[in-house]
């Protein structure tokens, strides 16, 4: 669609206004306009557009779909400062080390034998085993009945008869477990026990239900799982395999910080918004709060791909797109794995 959009404005002139069915669309298709009408006409643009079906999947308690209002304005405070906020990023940092351990195991395993991996199938694992464990302590890619439903849960969104009561079981066995031991403050807690501290909270200032709850559970596996991250890293190494001199020139960069002080660089790009050229996470008001968490997987498992491993994808990688909200590869990133060391942790 985007590819779409550009080619018409190219015939038609820069700023075009469309009806994409019963929807009124304004396309701004260069970084100047962009601005005049996200930054200076922000309001405008605060409330995303809404149907029957949308109301329906999401229990019409939606925060990505919400108005811009009360409701969404306290969700958007929670999850700055809790469900995504530096102290929970910190808290849960343990969680997504463990998991990107995990993952770089299995490819040194895949390297040793030789094996063609489907880093697209593993990365969606990652991610999802990550935002899994931040909101409900499960792992997804596990084997027990529950993760198996869950991953379900995640595939089928659109089926809401299956999850609600899969949600409904996760929450009624929290419930359980928080009569015998209510969480205090000192422990880590997942996004699910911040949200039913909430719904306990008589004096909340907003009154949070059940259906909230399941809506926001649903929220925000469908934004971190929707392969946003890991579209990301898969199209960024895509272009490296491709580019091997640029690969072999990021390697020794790592091989150098990594070694010496184990910190990773600053990105030289800005996306947070702020400049009109590039807007991976939207701008403003609306934009996406899930941009640190996002940052950080993205540069350490995309970090971790590339100091760790050469990778052999038989003469290069096809770089088309396939029709998609988040402009998805159209082919899985298959490529075998080559050890260029075993880090530390995995030496026997
Ligand atoms: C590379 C990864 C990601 C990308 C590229 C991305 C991109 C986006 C974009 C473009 C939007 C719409 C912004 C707008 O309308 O201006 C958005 C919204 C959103 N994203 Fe992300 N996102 C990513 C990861 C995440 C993660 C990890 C989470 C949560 C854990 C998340 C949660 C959300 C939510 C809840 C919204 C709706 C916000 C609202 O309506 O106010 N995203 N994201």
């Not at 002139?13 to 929807?23: A, F, H, I, K």
């Not at 996200?38 to 925060?63: D, G």
């Not at 994808?313 to 075998?336: F, I, Q, W």
């Amino acid at each position: 669609m985007h590819q779409t959009f550009q080619k018409l404005s190219s015939i038609h002139g820069p700023l075009m206004y469309l009806r994409l069915g019963s929807v009124d669309c304004v396309v701004a298709p260069n970084p100047e306009l962009a601005k005049e009408l996200l930054k200076h006409h922000e309001l405008t643009f605060s409330t995303r557009h809404h149907t029957a079906a949308i109301e329906h999947l999401t229990y019409n308690s939606s925060f990505a779909f919400a108005p811009y209002g009360p409701y969404w304005k306290f969700i958007k405070k929670l999850t700055t400062f809790e469900l995504l906020g530096n102290r929970t990023l910190g808290q849960t940092l343990p969680v997504r080390t463990k998991e990107l351990h995990h993952f770089i195991g299995i490819l040194l395993g895949k390297s040793k034998s030789g094996e063609t991996v489907n880093l697209t199938q593993e990365l969606l694992k990652l991610t999802n085993n990550v935002i899994s464990q931040m909101m409900l302590s499960i792992r997804c890619s596990g084997t027990v009945d529950q993760a198996d439903g869950f991953r379900t849960l995640v595939r089928e969104e659109n089926e809401i008869f299956g999850y609600d009561s899969l949600l409904e079981k996760i929450m009624r066995d929290r419930e359980e477990l928080r009569k015998n031991k209510k969480p205090n403050d000192d422990d880590v807690k997942d996004f699910l026990d911040i949200m039913l501290d909430i719904f306990e909270d008589e004096h909340s200032e907003v009154q949070l239900t059940r259906n909230h709850i399941k809506a926001l559970i649903l929220d925000f596996l469908t934004a971190a799982t929707d392969k946003t991250a890991l579209i990301a890293v898969e199209w960024a190494l895509a272009e490296l395999i491709n580019n091997p001199e640029v690969l072999r020139k990021a390697q020794q960069e790592l091989d150098q910080v990594v070694g010496k002080s184990r910190q990773g660089s600053e990105g030289v790009i800005d996306v947070k918004g702020l400049h009109y050229q590039l807007l991976p996470f939207g701008t403003g008001r609306r934009g996406c709060p899930g941009i640190s968490l996002a940052m950080q997987e993205l540069a350490v498992t995309l970090a971790a791909l590339v100091q760790c491993f050469d990778w052999n994808a038989g003469g290069g990688v096809d770089m088309s797109e396939r029709p998609g909200l988040t402009a998805p590869r159209a082919y899985k990133l298959n490529c075998v794995p080559l050890a260029r060391f075993t880090p530390t942790l995995f030496a026997t």
